[in-house]
């Protein structure tokens, strides 16, 4: 078949490492679709980028066609299939969120552009650089030709690390564990919530409340364990969740490539226009979707009780402000 044209930006980082492996020997596109995998950095890092590329050739992969390494968005950009934006600017120490949001906003403006320019009109976006949300919507808004349904970022990460946590509580696979939803945003204001997730116990599907019978610890620990687990990561390694990180990407592009199985959903960042649990429109918000010929829908008719429209609240107001610090910060540039 015809080979799909691939990107990967932030190449030379840790998470790429991690990625592009996964992708290159076809666990994301599938073990017969060849690919072209454009690796897009920054100038200093061109050297890194070429050991990457060599140690991609000497992995001999069979469906790894070509791997071009670049600096310039116009090669980045051109003719592409999918997008994977992890490059970003990381926090520095003593920066504050809004100085963040400022540095990002500028970068994801300019890749919204080049998306808009050279990449194809199908293209699929997916935003893992943080601060997710907003540096998506950002690319989003700067690609107007691009439908804003083509974009995500990533919670998926977050999603994996819920169903972890409870099926390490419970002692059963992760596997075992199905429909937990990430609400809102990228960061520690994210809700995880699994009033409406399943699990599997000795081949009866219960629950998870029912399942763990500690309410306590569901709307305690267990959330604050979800929403500070990439803090606690930085803290114990050195360095971020870069393995964990790759892992929720390939799942994430998969499940949009290949569709989500029957009766499951996953969370994504999404724009929240049409929503039907009343958050704000013209938000990138991570909602519970369900994905079939490459297009994902809002899952529908989950109730909402106070707990979690308390929570889902809080974090649409940090999205809300993020962007009308980024937006305008764009508008003054």
Same mark, same amino acid.
């Given at each position: 078949? +015809?080979?799909?044209?691939?990107?990967?930006?932030?190449?030379?980082? !840790?998470?790429?490492?991690?990625?592009?492996?996964? *992708?290159?020997?076809?666990?994301?596109?599938?073990?017969?679709?060849?690919?072209?995998?454009?690796?897009?950095?920054?100038?200093?890092?061109?050297?890194?980028?070429?050991?990457?590329?060599?140690?991609?050739?000497?992995?001999?992969?069979? =469906?790894?066609?070509?791997?071009?390494?670049? @600096?310039?968005?116009?090669?980045?950009?051109? @003719?592409?299939?999918?997008?994977?934006?992890?490059?970003?600017?990381?926090?520095? +120490?003593?920066?504050?969120?809004?100085?963040? =949001?400022?540095?990002?906003?500028?970068?994801?403006?300019?890749?919204?552009?080049?998306? @808009?320019?050279?990449?194809?009109?199908?293209?699929?976006?997916?935003?893992?650089?943080?601060?997710?949300?907003?540096?998506?919507?950002?690319?989003?808004?700067?690609?107007?030709?691009?439908?804003? %349904?083509?974009?995500?970022?990533?919670?998926? =990460?977050?999603?994996?690390?819920?169903?972890?946590?409870?099926? =390490?509580?419970?002692?059963?696979?992760?596997?075992?564990?199905?429909?937990?939803?990430?609400?809102?945003?990228?960061?520690?204001? !994210?809700?995880?919530?699994?009033?409406?997730?399943?699990?599997?116990?000795?081949?009866? %599907?219960?629950?998870?409340?029912?399942?763990?019978?500690?309410?306590?610890?569901?709307?305690?620990?267990? *959330?604050?364990?979800?929403? !500070?687990?990439?803090?606690?990561?930085?803290?114990?390694?050195?360095?971020?969740?870069?393995?964990?990180?790759?892992?929720?990407?390939?799942?994430?592009?998969?499940?949009?490539?290949?569709?989500?199985?029957?009766?499951?959903?996953?969370?994504?960042?999404?724009?929240?226009?049409?929503?039907?649990?009343?958050?704000?429109?013209?938000?990138?918000?991570?909602?519970?979707?369900?994905?079939?010929?490459?297009?994902?829908?809002?899952?529908?008719?989950?109730?909402?009780?106070?707990?979690?429209?308390?929570?889902?609240?809080?974090?649409?107001? %940090?999205? *809300?402000? +993020?962007?009308?610090?980024?937006?305008?910060?764009?508008?003054?540039?």
């Amino acid at each position: 078949g +015809e080979p799909i044209r691939v990107l990967v930006t932030g190449a030379a980082g !840790q998470i790429a490492y991690s990625l592009l492996y996964s *992708i290159a020997k076809g666990d994301v596109f599938g073990k017969d679709q060849p690919l072209v995998l454009v690796l897009l950095d920054i100038t200093p890092v061109m050297t890194v980028l070429d050991g990457i590329v060599m140690e991609l050739q000497d992995c001999a992969l069979p =469906l790894l066609r070509e791997v071009i390494p670049t @600096d310039k968005e116009e090669v980045a950009f051109k @003719d592409l299939d999918v997008a994977i934006l992890v490059g970003s600017m990381p926090r520095k +120490e003593g920066m504050e969120r809004k100085d963040l =949001l400022q540095a990002n906003a500028k970068i994801f403006k300019s890749q919204g552009a080049a998306l @808009d320019k050279y990449a194809k009109k199908t293209v699929k976006v997916v935003v893992v650089g943080n601060p997710a949300n907003t540096n998506c919507l950002i690319a989003s808004k700067s690609a107007p030709s691009i439908p804003k %349904e083509n974009f995500s970022c990533l919670t998926r =990460l977050d999603h994996n690390r819920a169903k972890s946590q409870i099926a =390490l509580k419970l002692g059963v696979s992760a596997n075992d564990v199905k429909n937990v939803i990430i609400w809102g945003n990228h960061s520690s204001t !994210q809700y995880p919530d699994v009033t409406h997730a399943k699990v599997n116990v000795k081949g009866k %599907e219960v629950g998870v409340y029912e399942a763990i019978k500690d309410d306590s610890w569901l709307k305690g620990d267990f *959330i604050l364990t979800v929403q !500070q687990r990439g803090a606690a990561v930085i803290k114990a390694r050195k360095l971020s969740s870069a393995m964990s990180a790759a892992k929720a990407i390939c799942d994430h592009v998969r499940d949009i490539w290949f569709g989500t199985p029957a009766g499951e959903f996953v969370s994504m960042g999404v724009i929240s226009d049409g929503n039907s649990y009343g958050v704000p429109e013209d938000l990138l918000y991570s909602f519970p979707v369900v994905i079939k010929d490459k297009t994902w829908k809002f899952v529908e008719g989950l109730s909402i009780n106070d707990f979690s429209r308390e929570k889902m609240n809080l974090t649409a107001k %940090e999205l *809300i402000e +993020e962007k009308e610090t980024a937006v305008q910060f764009l508008s003054s540039a």
